[in-house]
C-alpha cells in the first residue's frame, strides 16, 4: 500500500450545489470489483480533476457516469436529477459531453460529421464555423475520414465534438494523452475558455502538474476508491510526492 | 468475342440480384451484428409475394414491385422485435440456429402449399422482346433488372453517405455503443434497418419472379453465393458488397464460357484469395465508405 491513502474528513466544498454528485458507485468486470464506493461532487462551472494511477479505476468511473458501463451500482445526479437508471443516449442529451480516452473517432464519418453526429442539446452549443476558427486543421480536413487524422487532430476533434453539441458538462478521458507539450498547451487553453463560458469539467489526467494550471480541485484515486481531495496549493506543495505516488 | 460481352451481360444481371442480397445483408449485419440466414428466404418470399398478388387479387409485377418489398419489410420488422433482437447477447450459434431455422420454416411453409416444382411468372408486357444493345441484343427485361438494381444501389449508397440517417447507421456499425453516448437512440434503428434489408430481399424476388425459376428452394442455392459476395466485398461495406455482387457475377459467367467445371467454384475460390491477401475483403474497413 502506498502512503498517501489517508481519506480525508473534509469534503469538497458545498456551498454551492453541485452539477454533478456522484454518491457511492461500484462497478465490476465479470468478477472483479473495480469500483468501491466511489463518491464525489464537481460544482457548477468548476474544473475538476481525477488523477490516480494506472487500473485506479478512473475510466471506468467516467463510464459509469455516461452510463456505459452496466453493472454499476449507487447514484449518480444531474443538477439534481438522479440519472442512475438512464440511458447514455439520454445522459447526452441532458448536456453529458463525453470524450472518450480512446478519442471516439468513427472511421467511417468525415471530420465534419464527426462533429456533427451528436445533437445540439445546448444553448452553448458551438456554430461549425466557431469550431473551425478554433480548430483551422479541422476545417482543412473537413471532408476527410476521422481517422485521417494524426493523433493530436484526433484528440482536438473529439474534444471539438462536444463543444458544438453544447454540453454543459465534460467529462474528458486524459485528453493529453501522447500529445506533445505545445498541444497540451493548447488543450489547456480551450478548458479555460470553455470555462469561462461556464461549462464545468470532469477532467482525468496523469500530469498533476497540468492538472493544477486548469483545474479548481483534484480528486485522487486509488484501487477504485477516492483516497483524497486536494486544492491547487495542496498539489503545488505535495507535486513531487504525487508524481512518485502516480508512478510517473 | 460476342459471345464473352454477352456472357459478361448475363454476368452483370445475375450480379444484380447479388448485389441487392448483398446490400441487404451487409447492412443488417453491419447494424445489428446478425449474420442473417434467412435472407434467402425472404429473396424467395419476394417471388411469391408477387405470385400471390398476382393470381390472389389480380395485381401487376408493377404493383408487387412496390408492394412486396413494403409487406416484407414490415414482416422483417416485427421478426426483429420478436426474435431476433434477442441474439444480442447470446452466443453467435444462437445467431445461426434462430436465422437458419426461420429460413427452414418459410422454406417449408411455401413448400406445403406449392410443392417444389417450378411457379410460371409471365414478364410485364412492357418489358417483353429485346433491345438491340448493338453487337447483339438482349432480353429487354433483363436490361430492366440490371439498371433498375444500379439505380437501387446508388439511391441506398446516397442514403447512406449522404444523409444524417446514413450517418447514424454508419456511425452505430461502426461503434454502438460509444454512439449512444453521443445521444442517438441507437436501439430505435436497429429494427428499421432490419426491416430494410428485408425488404431489399423481398425486392430482388420480386425481380427473379419473371426470369428464374420460382420456387421454394431458390433462396436456398443462392444465399451461399451470397455470403462470399459479402465476404469478398467486406462485411458491412455497403459499397463492397454490391462491387462484389457484379464482379462476381461477372466471373462465374465468364468462368461459365471457359472452364464450365469450375464456374459455381470460381466464386469460392475468389473469396479465398481475398480473405488470404485482404482479410477485410476488397472494401473493408481500412478504407472507409468515403473511399
Ligand atoms: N474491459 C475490461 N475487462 C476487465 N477488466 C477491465 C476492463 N477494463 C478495465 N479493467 C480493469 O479495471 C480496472 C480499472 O480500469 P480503468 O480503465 O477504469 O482504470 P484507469 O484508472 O482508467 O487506468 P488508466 O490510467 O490505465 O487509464 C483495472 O484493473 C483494469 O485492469
Ligand atoms: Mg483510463
Known amino acids: ?248 | 468475342m460476342d459471345a464473352l460481352l454477352q456472357q459478361l451481360f448475363n454476368g452483370l444481371v445475375s450480379g444484380s440480384f447479388y448485389a441487392l442480397l448483398a446490400l441487404g445483408l451487409s447492412v443488417i449485419f453491419g447494424m445489428l451484428g446478425v449474420v442473417n440466414f434467412a435472407h434467402g428466404a425472404f429473396y424467395m418470399l419476394g417471388a411469391f409475394g408477387a405470385l400471390v398478388l398476382l393470381d390472389s387479387f389480380g395485381l401487376n409485377w408493377w404493383l408487387a414491385l412496390l408492394l412486396v418489398p413494403i409487406g416484407l419489410g414490415l414482416a422483417g420488422m416485427v421478426v426483429e422485435r420478436l426474435f431476433v433482437h434477442r441474439l444480442v447477447a447470446l452466443d453467435p450459434l444462437y445467431n445461426f440456429l434462430l436465422t437458419f431455422g426461420i429460413a427452414l420454416i418459410l422454406q417449408d411453409l411455401i413448400r406445403l402449399k406449392y410443392g417444389v416444382a417450378s411457379q410460371p411468372y409471365d414478364r410485364p408486357d412492357v418489358l417483353g422482346g429485346s433491345v438491340n444493345l448493338g453487337l447483339f441484343s438482349y432480353p429487354k427485361y433483363q436490361v430492366f433488372v440490371l439498371i433498375f438494381s444500379i439505380v437501387i444501389s446508388v439511391l441506398v449508397w446516397l442514403v447512406l453517405n449522404r444523409t444524417r440517417v446514413g450517418m447514424i447507421v454508419r456511425a452505430s456499425t461502426e461503434r454502438a455503443e460509444l454512439t449512444k453516448s453521443f445521444g442517438i437512440d441507437v436501439r430505435r434503428w436497429i429494427t428499421p434497418v432490419f426491416g430494410f434489408g428485408i425488404a431489399l430481399a423481398g425486392l430482388a424476388g420480386v425481380l427473379a419472379a419473371p426470369m428464374r425459376a420460382v420456387n421454394s428452394g431458390m433462396g436456398g442455392d443462392l444465399i451461399i453465393v451470397i455470403f462470399a459476395v459479402v465476404v469478398i466485398g467486406g462485411l458491412g461495406s455497403v459499397f463492397g458488397s454490391v462491387a462484389a455482387g457484379y464482379i462476381v457475377g461477372m466471373l462465374s459467367a465468364v468462368g461459365n464460357l471457359y472452364v464450365p467445371a469450375l464456374s459455381q467454384s470460381l466464386v469460392f475460390i475468389l473469396m479465398a484469395l481475398v480473405l488470404l491477401l485482404r482479410p477485410a475483403g476488397l472494401f473493408g474497413r481500412e478504407e472507409g465508405v468515403l473511399a
Open chain 1, 1 to 248: 500500500m502506498s502512503r498517501c491513502v489517508t481519506i480525508l474528513a473534509s469534503s469538497p466544498p458545498t456551498w454551492e450545489s453541485p452539477l454533478l454528485n456522484v454518491a457511492d458507485i461500484t462497478a465490476r468486470y465479470g468478477e472483479a470489483q473495480v469500483l468501491q464506493g466511489v463518491s464525489l461532487e464537481v460544482a457548477k462551472g468548476q474544473v475538476v480533476t481525477l488523477v490516480g494511477r494506472n487500473g485506479a479505476g478512473k475510466t471506468t468511473l467516467l463510464r459509469s457516469v455516461m452510463g456505459l458501463h452496466r453493472s454499476m451500482t449507487g447514484r449518480v445526479e444531474l443538477d439534481g436529477t438522479n440519472i442512475s437508471r438512464m440511458a447514455p443516449h439520454k445522459r447526452c442529451r441532458l448536456g453529458l459531453g463525453y470524450v472518450p480516452d480512446d478519442r471516439g473517432v468513427y472511421a467511417s464519418l468525415s471530420v465534419e460529421e464527426n462533429l456533427t453526429l451528436p445533437p445540439k442539446v445546448g444553448p452553448d452549443a458551438w456554430p461549425l464555423e466557431k469550431v473551425y476558427e478554433a480548430f483551422p486543421v479541422l476545417a482543412e480536413r473537413r471532408r476527410q475520414a476521422g481517422t485521417h487524422l494524426s493523433g493530436g487532430e484526433q484528440q482536438m476533434l473529439s474534444i471539438a465534438r462536444v463543444l458544438r453539441m453544447g454540453a454543459r458538462m465534460l467529462l474528458a478521458d486524459e485528453p493529453t494523452e501522447g500529445l506533445s507539450p505545445l498541444l497540451v498547451r493548447q488543450i489547456g487553453e480551450i478548458i479555460r475558455t470553455v470555462k469561462a463560458h461556464g461549462v464545468t469539467v470532469l477532467l482525468i489526467e496523469q500530469n498533476v502538474h497540468f492538472a493544477s494550471t486548469v483545474a479548481d480541485r483534484h480528486y485522487l484515486m486509488a484501487q477504485g476508491r477516492v483516497v483524497e481531495s486536494l486544492d491547487n496549493s495542496e498539489v503545488e506543495q505535495r507535486e513531487h510526492e504525487l508524481l512518485e505516488y502516480l508512478g510517473i
